[in-house]
């Protein structure tokens, strides 16, 4: 017996539809096993191109600092 279909054994009709509606307005998400590989795999992708992005941030600062080194002297 899976998240879901216990909270349908104590909620019947409009109470479990306002759940389920309050829990994704919180991003609150039930999901098989086999949906959490895919989740898993997005979500790192998604962290690895912020990565990136924060990386090239990184060097772009870097090379303005010294931009502003090198103009102050």
Known sequence: MNAQ????K???GDKLESLIQELKENNI????????????????EN?????????EA??????LSQGVKSGEE
């Open 5 to 8: 279909e216990i909270i349908k």
């Open 10 to 12: 104590y909620l019947q």
């Open 29 to 44: 998400y039930f999901s098989n096993e086999e949906n959490l590989d895919i989740r898993y795999s997005k979500l790192k």
């Open 47 to 55: 962290m690895e191109e912020k990565n990136k992005l924060y990386e």
């Open 58 to 63: 990184q060097k772009h600062i870097e090379e």
